[in-house]
T-cell receptor, first 113, second 115 residues
Framework: GESVGLHLPTLSVQEGDNSIINCAYS??????FIWYKQESGKGPQFIID?????DKRQGQRVTVLLNKTVKHLSLQIAATQPGDSAVYFC????????????FGKGTHLIIQP | DTEVTQTPKHLVMGMTNKKSLKCEQH?????MYWYKQKAKKPPELMFV???????INESVPSRFSPECPNSSLLNLHLHALQPEDSALYLC??????????????FGDGTRLSIL
């Protein structure tokens, strides 16, 4: 079936460096994408979202890029900090309105001191 | 702190027990969700409620019974669960409306262990 996937299960970066987390999706009908951060013992925390009529959106220290041609989504985190260590999930919604999300496999981001 | 509150945080129950998980939000969201998350896996959708009515059931076994008594509360009633049902159960809520894509906000979950 169609699913959202991630290329790298674990990503280790030096504190202060930029990190890029990638996500591939296969449902061409998906029109809304969200990145979540999940720390140990916590629920997923909303980071940033993007609609399919956009290709880039920026937040505080984070940028999401959407390439609909190759069905690819990425999350860029600038100047990583120890608190950025977590599992990051991309999620897609193809139904609009109140619909469930389909999550990717997740990437564990490790920040090295 | 999350604006979606789930209780209890931890629950251990036997396979013959009946228990309930509770979720509450006061953000005025009219869509609420239950997800199941196994260790080192992404959340998987179980149920969606929209305006207090069940709109999506992802072929969840009947031993899981959701209930939405009002727009702020969502329950998940558990009965005769199996050991493989041990997982983190996450509740989420979002604004809703026709053609509106809104982020879902999650609680910190109930960690359920079935003996």
């Amino acid at each position: 079936g169609e699913s959202v996937g991630l290329h790298l299960p674990t990503l280790s970066v030096q504190e202060g460096d930029n990190s890029i987390i990638n996500c591939a999706y296969s449902n061409s009908a998906s029109d809304y994408f969200i990145w979540y951060k999940q720390e140990s013992g916590k629920g997923p925390q909303f980071i940033i979202d993007i609609r399919s009529n956009m290709d880039k959106r920026q937040g505080q220290r984070v940028t999401v890029l959407l390439n609909k041609t190759v069905k690819h989504l990425s999350l860029q985190i600038a100047a990583t900090q120890p608190g950025d260590s977590a599992v990051y999930f991309c999620a897609e919604n193809s139904g609009g309105g109140a619909d469930g999300l389909t999550f990717g496999k997740g990437t564990h981001l490790i920040i090295q001191p | 702190d999350t604006e979606v509150t789930q209780t209890p945080k931890h629950l251990v129950m036997g396979m013959t027990n009946k228990k309930s998980l509770k979720c509450e939000q006061h953000m005025g969201h009219r869509a609420m969700y239950w997800y199941k998350q196994k260790a080192k896996k992404p959340p998987e959708l179980m149920f969606v409620y929209s305006y207090e009515k069940l709109s999506i059931n992802e072929s969840v076994p009947s031993r899981f019974s959701p209930e939405c008594p009002n727009s702020s509360l969502l329950n998940l009633h558990l009965h005769a669960l199996q050991p493989e049902d041990s997982a983190l159960y996450l509740c989420a809520s979002s604004r809703t409306g026709p053609d509106s894509n809104q982020p879902q906000h999650f609680g910190d979950g109930t960690r359920l262990s079935i003996l």
